[in-house]
C-alpha cells in the first residue's frame, strides 16, 4: 500500500511539482492550499507524512504544525518544512513547533524524495 503524503502550500506551481516527483516515486497525495485547508483535510485523511510551506495566508507552516501535533493520532506523523526561509531563527521556531526537517526552496526533486525517503523509514 502506498504511503499518502499532504503536501501544503499557496503556490500552484510548487503543489504541482511536489505532486508530480511523489506520484511519480509512487506515494499518493493529498493537495491544501493553506493550515486551514490542510487541518480540514486530515480530519477526513490519515497521512504518513506532511510537506508544507512556511509564508502561507490563512494559516502559516509553523501554526499548521502546532494544530497537527496537537492530535494525538498525528503526534509522530514526519512534518518537513518547505520553503524559502533558511534563518536559524525560522528553523529553530519550526523545530520546536515540531518540524520534523527542513528543506530550502529551490530544491530539486532528488533531493526531496532523499528526504522523504529517510524521513519515512
Given amino acids: 500500500m502506498a504511503k499518502t503524503i ?3 502550500d499557496d503556490s500552484a506551481t510548487i503543489r504541482q511539482m511536489l505532486s508530480f516527483t511523489l506520484k ?3 506515494y499518493e497525495v493529498i493537495e491544501a492550499v493553506d493550515g486551514l485547508d490542510a487541518c480540514d483535510k486530515l ?5 504518513n507524512m506532511v510537506i ?8 502559516d507552516g509553523i501554526e499548521l504544525i502546532r494544530e497537527v501535533r496537537k492530535d494525538p493520532s498525528n503526534r509522530f506523523v514526519p512534518i518537513i518544512m518547505l520553503t524559502t526561509e533558511s534563518q536559524e531563527k525560522k528553523k529553530q521556531e519550526g523545530k520546536a513547533a515540531g518540524a520534523s526537517g527542513w528543506i530550502v526552496k529551490p530544491f530539486s526533486p532528488e533531493q526531496l ?4 525517503k ?4
Fill in 43 to 47: 480530519k477526513q485523511s490519515a497521512v
Fill in 113 to 116: 524524495l532523499a528526504v522523504v
Fill in 52 to 59: 508544507t510551506d512556511l509564508n502561507m495566508p490563512n494559516m
Fill in 118 to 121: 529517510m524521513v519515512l523509514v
Fill in 6 to 8: 499532504m503536501t501544503v
Fill in 24 to 26: 511519480d516515486a509512487g
